[in-house]
């Protein structure tokens, strides 16, 4: 049954005379409540807060003389009290609860400055159940919620960034906080306060091993505005979830503008793929271009390597994103600026490599500190009308599959490691996906089809392009393998990539013809593999 509301108007300006300080980052909280003492404000506050603002010689006085009871049980319980959630809660308006404040010796508090217990960054730091639980914030909740809703007469403030802006306003104000503001306040407290037990139910979703809660939750924090979205019409903003993996969220910008909602989208797709390749075996590089592989290759250094998947597509490679598995070094920038591109991203760059790239200064350049790891668990969300999609990541790695060889010819080596190669950049390719590669470099992709067989017969088309403007007499499909996401649901898809040269064959498997498409392939002399697994991406 829903709570009836008494209609009382809220007022403009509330004038701060006390507030409450209990804060896990101490980031600025000496300047500022030096200013709010300086102003004339009562401070109040709890344990390492108390004890950081006497260090500093402001006055202040401990919760504790308010409720009249010590802090108990570690600091579990402190500021869970009347006179503490009286003195937010009470609407000062409201004659009855006047009176009552007034009975029970409740003063109100004017505003809240809490920020929580680090849950989000102990769970990360690979912290054991019980440390984890520990950091699990009860009364800060508690004080940021009755703030927010008593918003009316009461200010929280839950960021230390939004300290200068709280300091501005009383100083325009004359000490009070307008409605308006108080509001906004609220606002972002009540996004803290959901994101934060998000994080606190994904995490037991997690530790438990509860694949499907009844509500699942996801927050994050924005990091930035993007100037518009996919499109100039439309709205975007960059939101961090906290999770460690390296990539673009976690990266540090050395150079370049802006990063655009575009960027940021095949970027992630770029370093991902960069993640499927082991630094220590092999060098490779992956350019992406709306969000799909145009050229991937791996090669004794990243200069190899660039070169390589450039040449698969070096049409599409303009304007794209370039992602490594390696350090950035000298010789590799060369070559890449070369190529108008958007951004790079490695896991670390040489001072040298990084001056070649300051050249190009609209050139965007990542440092991630290492590789996302492709077999790591994780979640992945998609927006629909009216709800989420979730799934968990497609962590599946060749390297780890059972592959069966299901035709008569068995591949030889360098087929082998080109089939496997294939089928790493087949994981990272827009359904229907068809990969060609040849001495562990892409040579032909068609990717986001709705047939197979138009994939395969694209993907040979821009073969015979790269070709053509390499000035080679015939594509590199003749003599490569081809890798395809899914089954084949006939043996058009296969003939087609007969057709194109190639002599061997990935693929999942598990089609009610396969025995026609692996009767396709022995009767030209095709090996083919079954993975049993497929990837498919939308």
């Known amino acids: 049954m829903a709570v009836a509301s008494k209609k009382i108007p809220a007022p403009d300006l509330v004038p701060v005379r006390r507030a ?60 869970l009290h009347p006179s503490v959630h009286g003195a937010l809660l009470g609407v000062r308006d409201d004659p009855e609860h006047v009176e009552a404040m007034e009975r029970h010796g409740i003063h109100p508090i004017d505003l809240v400055v809490v920020n929580l217990y680090p849950f989000e960054e102990v769970r990360q730091s690979g912290a054991d159940y019980a440390s984890i639980v520990e950091n699990i914030d009860i009364g800060g909740p508690a004080m940021v919620r009755a703030s927010a809703k008593n918003h009316a007469y009461v200010a929280v403030v839950t960021d230390p960034e939004d300290y ?9 104000n004359f000490g009070s906080l307008s409605h308006e503001f108080r509001q906004k306040l609220a606002a972002k407290a009540f996004a803290r306060t959901a994101a934060y037990d998000a994080a606190i139910s994904g995490w037991f979703a997690d530790a438990l091993s509860i694949e499907h809660p009844t509500w699942r939750a996801f927050g994050g924090r924005l990091e930035n505005v993007m100037r518009y979205g996919e499109n100039p019409h439309q709205q975007a903003g960059f939101y961090v979830t906290g999770e460690k993996r390296p990539g673009v969220a976690t990266a540090r910008q050395l150079q370049g503008k802006q990063l655009s909602y575009n960027n940021i989208n095949d970027t992630d797709a770029a370093f991902e793929l960069a993640g499927e390749f082991n630094p220590e075996r092999t060098a490779a590089v992956a350019i992406i271009k709306h969000a799909n592989p145009c050229g991937v290759a791996e090669g004794a250094t990243l200069k190899d390597a660039y070169l390589k998947a450039l040449a698969c597509d070096p049409v599409s490679a303009f304007g794209g994103i370039v992602a490594l598995n390696r350090l950035l070094d000298a010789d590799a920038a060369e070559e890449i600026v070369k190529t108008f591109t958007e951004v790079i991203i490695a896991p670390e760059a040489s001072e040298e490599a990084q001056a070649i790239v300051a050249a190009k200064k609209n050139l965007r350049l990542l440092v991630t500190g290492g590789l996302p790891d492709p077999r790591a668990a994780g979640i992945g969300v998609k927006s629909v009308a009216g709800g989420l999609l979730m799934q968990s990541r497609d962590n599946a790695v060749v390297d780890d599959l059972d592959l069966k060889v299901v035709t008569k010819r068995t591949p030889t080596d360098r087929e082998m490691a080109d089939l496997k190669f294939a089928f790493r950049v087949a994981k990272h390719v827009k359904s229907n996906a068809i990969i060609y590669a040849r001495d562990l470099a892409t040579v032909g992709i068609g990717a986001g089809q709705m047939s197979r067989v138009d994939s395969s017969r694209i993907a040979a088309r821009k073969a015979l392009d790269a070709a053509e403007a390499a000035g080679l007499s015939e594509p590199l499909t003749r003599g490569s393998v081809v890798a395809s996401d899914a089954f084949f649901p006939f043996a058009d898809g296969l003939l087609a990539a007969v057709e194109a040269g190639a002599t061997a064959v990935i693929q999942p498997g598990g089609s009610m013809r396969d025995e026609d498409v692996i009767a396709a392939a022995d009767e030209h002399g095709i090996a083919m593999i079954f993975t049993g697994t497929r990837h498919f991406r939308h």
Do not use: C, H, W, Y
């Not at 200068?164 to 325009?172: E, H, I, K, S, W």
């Open 20 to 79: 409450l300080l209990s804060v896990s980052d101490k980031t600025g909280l000496v300047e500022f409540a030096a200013t709010l003492a300086k102003a004339g404000v009562e401070l109040v506050s709890t344990g390492g807060t108390a004890k950081a603002i006497e260090q500093a010689g402001i006055a202040v006085r401990d919760v504790s003389e308010l409720t009249g009871f010590p802090e108990i049980m570690d600091g579990r319980v402190k500021t």
């Open 164 to 172: 200068a802006a709280v300091l501005n306003a009383l100083d325009m």
